[in-house]
């Protein structure tokens, strides 16, 4: 049995040795075939300087060759780059559409061939979305980084189900769960999103535990999450939404001293869809000030700067405050030519308990005065009229506060729709002050309807240029017609008519505000008025013309003072046998001319809605100088203080107004002259021309008007919803009388929202609700009143 074996080995391993023969002999001549076709593998780098000859691709199927070498910089004719090279393999795998990228140069021929050899990505057959009910399919696949055609992403895949479920979760779907048909992605490359929704969960409380601060309706306020109200609120919970507004709580309090307060919060589940949110707060003590330390500061004392700053040493802890102390030494620095002024702050636990010491630490840097004024941006409108409004000059001492200013006017012309200012160039001393201005529409076309509680229906159509030049006359139609002509001055015209139930009117009115380039304005008006009144109905064809001076430096700096004139042609109608004499005296056709007189001294911040200063203005009108049917005199003063109560983290102002207005006639003045009050701009709460004096019979009893009103208002702002809406509460009070003997007083208060919209400029939409706290008999009260209006 031995011999058999080993023979049997024998055999065995002849045969293993055969094989083995062969199959070197089959290796032999592959590596032979491999040294016949260089192209099968790399032959190592080319020669220095070698030049690509051709660019070849290897397993493209669905990616376009013409795609590939777009993303290519290595071009036929360019010199060999392996640096380049290697960007252009990571550029090819960065598209998304290989999986593998790898490039071979290779000589062939005395020629270099540089070779990409891909594997492509599998490609998206399509994408289906399965199980949506509460969004509709294309609203999900905006949601969705994945299109047919295009590469198969694990990524993009994972991307959409994060984006799906927290479209789902925003909602209030909580239990909201996508998944991917992954057979169907193996098989037929099709992207499939199975959706779950789940019961959608509503917010039903919000509770707070651990507040003794801040009451529960403050911290209420603060939260993105809100309990559900039937038809207002959906109450949805979202969990990434809760988790911000634990951040914003902890924020809260320590932006206002409880510098080691933390928040979370819980879920109580009353059933599968109805929850409570629970905010869990860990207040910690509340930090006062011990020390305010400046660091830094030459310019200016440790005295001077701790008496621009609110918190004082004692004090709790404010961030909100402390931002503002910091703008204002910021403001400081900024109007003295430390521009570059850098102010901050830090602050330290002190030894004491519940103390920390504050740090302000100040690197003042360069003074620098103002260098040339370049200004960008205007293409249409002249240099002088953006220059006019800048009231600063090269040379002086480069100021912060005015640039800010100058350009709050520069948008409040109208003219620009943003208006900049930056410090530019390298001068050791001095900075250019670049001015870049945004144009808006200057010539507007306007179509629209307004209701007003005083004036009822009115219908409008206006043409408005407020950047007309009236010496810029077309040289043809065409530079007419295309808005090439009557620009760029800064002018204004305006054409209107204003068909209404209750008041119709048009006028052409035309302002130049800067006359030969000084402070003077120039402006004229050509109107008619027909109003339909409770007492008579009235008509006005008139013409007005009115000088003014602005004031900006010396004694007067503030001040404006006018002069206008006026002819008009009044006609009264629609009056009875019956009516007061006063009325009768007047029906038929009335001419009258005046001068008026007027002092403004002006400190306000903004023209349109102010939140700092005073405005007053004092007038005298005397009837009758140039001739007419009346002569009389009519003195009108009014003053309104503004003052900012506090500015919010989003430069929202709360801000008081006062107002006061008194008013004396002397002589015999008609009634269509005399003073009625109540409605918007008086005393809100009566009807407009509600507050008056009485005369007639008892049949006919009507208002007449007074010789002598006194009206006083108080009015709080606050914002509501970020800069769009405000609301306000106030309280108005005065009286219309005879003479100066007031015989009665009339008070109403209210509350009202502010809508400031795009359409209507800086001029708010205004709704209020004014209840009269006292009224005399006869008064007619409105607890509503009303101004929008809208164009289209």
Not at 296 to 314: C, F, I
Not at 592 to 617: A, C, E, H, K, Q
Not at 659 to 668: L, M, S
Request: glycine share 8%; net charge negative; charged share 30%.
């Amino acid at each position: 049995m031995p011999a058999p074996v080993r023979h049997d080995r024998a055999r065995t391993s002849a045969r293993l040795a055969g094989v083995l023969s062969l199959a070197g002999l089959a290796l032999w001549a592959a590596l032979g075939m491999m040294q016949d076709k260089p192209t099968a593998s790399p032959q190592g780098p080319p020669p220095p300087g070698a030049t690509i000859s051709r660019l070849a691709f290897e397993g493209l199927q669905n990616v376009a060759e013409g795609y590939v070498r777009s993303l290519l910089k290595s071009e036929p004719g360019k010199p060999f780059d392996a640096d380049q090279v290697e960007e252009d393999v990571t550029r090819l795998l960065r598209s998304g559409k290989f999986d593998q990228v790898r490039a071979d140069p290779v000589i062939i021929d005395g020629e270099l061939v540089l070779t990409f050899r891909m594997v492509e990505r599998p490609v998206v057959a399509a994408v289906d979305i399965v199980g949506n009910r509460k969004f509709k399919t294309k609203d999900l696949e905006a949601e969705i980084d994945l299109a047919p055609g295009g590469p198969i992403s694990e990524f993009a895949i994972k991307q959409a189900i994060a984006n799906i479920e927290r479209k789902y979760k925003e909602a209030g779907f909580y239990y909201a769960k996508v998944d991917i048909n992954r057979p169907r992605l193996e098989q037929e490359r099709v992207v499939e999103f199975d959706i779950r929704e789940g019961p959608r969960v509503r917010v039903r409380k919000i509770r707070f535990d651990g507040n003794a601060a801040f009451p529960a309706r403050k911290l209420s306020d603060l939260l993105e999450t809100k309990t559900y109200i039937w038809v207002f609120r959906t109450g949805d919970f979202d969990p990434d939404r809760a988790e911000r507004d634990a951040a914003t709580l902890a924020n809260f309090y320590k932006d206002n001293g409880y510098l080691d307060a933390r928040v979370g919060y819980k879920l109580d589940f009353v059933s599968q869809t109805d929850l409570t949110v629970i905010f869990t707060i860990d207040e910690g003590v509340r930090y006062a000030i011990r020390d305010i330390i400046f660091k830094g500061n030459t310019v200016y004392s440790t005295d001077d700067l701790q008496a621009l700053m609110k918190l004082k040493p004692g004090d709790f802890y404010m961030a909100e405050t402390l931002q503002q102390d910091l703008r204002a030494i910021t403001e400081r620095y900024g109007s003295n030519g430390y521009i570059y002024a850098d102010i901050r702050s830090d602050w330290v636990y002190a030894a004491t308990e519940a103390q920390i010491d504050l740090t302000v630490s100040i690197v003042e840097r360069e003074q620098y005065r103002f260098g040339r004024i370049v200004i960008r941006g205007n293409s249409n409108t002249k240099d002088k009229v953006i220059r006019r409004e800048l009231r600063f000059f090269p040379e002086e001492l480069y100021d912060t506060v005015a640039v800010r200013r100058a350009e709050n006017r520069l948008v409040e012309t109208r003219l620009f729709n943003t208006a900049t200012i930056q410090p530019v160039g390298d001068q050791p001393a001095s900075r250019d002050a670049l001015v870049r201005v945004e144009e808006a529409d200057s010539t507007l076309i306007l179509f629209g309807v307004g209701v007003n509680s005083n004036s009822g229906l009115v219908g409008s159509v206006t043409l408005e240029n407020r950047n007309f030049d009236l010496f810029d006359v077309p040289r043809n139609a065409t530079e007419l017609f295309k808005g090439r002509a009557f620009r760029g001055a800064g002018q204004i015209f305006r054409l209107q008519i204003e068909p209404g139930t209750e008041l119709t009117r048009g006028r052409i009115d035309f302002r130049e505000p800067y006359l030969l380039d000084q402070d003077v304005g120039l402006g004229t008006s050509l109107y008619l008025f027909q109003r339909n009144r409770i007492e008579w109905d009235e008509r006005r064809l008139g013409f007005n013309f009115s000088f003014d001076r602005r004031f900006r430096e010396g004694l007067l700096k503030n001040f404006a003072a006018e002069v206008a004139f006026r002819f008009e042609s009044i006609n009264i109608s629609d009056v009875d046998w019956l009516d007061p004499e006063q009325i009768r005296d007047v029906r038929g056709d009335n001419w009258l001319t005046s001068i008026r007189g007027t002092i403004v001294r002006d400190t306000t911040d903004s023209r349109f809605m102010p939140s700092l200063g005073n405005r007053t203005s004092v007038s005298y009108e005397q009837a009758g100088v140039f001739g007419g049917d009346s002569n009389f005199g009519k003195l009108v003063a009014d003053t309104a203080q503004h003052f900012t109560l506090l500015t919010d983290s989003s430069d929202r102002k709360h801000v008081v107004s006062i107002g006061a207005t008194a008013g004396q006639i002397f002589g015999d003045a008609p009634v269509f002259e005399r003073f009625f009050g109540g409605g918007i701009g008086s005393i809100r709460g009566f009807d407009f021309r509600g507050v008056s004096p009485r005369a007639g019979t008892i049949v006919r009893n009507k208002r007449v008007g007074g010789d002598f009103q006194l009206l006083t208002n108080a009015e709080y702002s606050f914002p509501l919803i970020e800069k769009t809406v405000r609301g306000v509460a106030f309280l108005d009070m005065g009286t219309i009388e005879e003479n100066t003997e007031i015989t009665g007083w009339r008070a109403a208060v209210g509350l009202g929202l502010r809508l400031y919209l795009k359409p209507f400029g800086s001029i708010p939409l205004a709704f209020d609700f004014a209840v009269p706290l006292a009224k005399e008999d006869g008064d007619d009260t409105q607890v509503f009143s009303f101004s929008f209006g809208t164009t289209f």
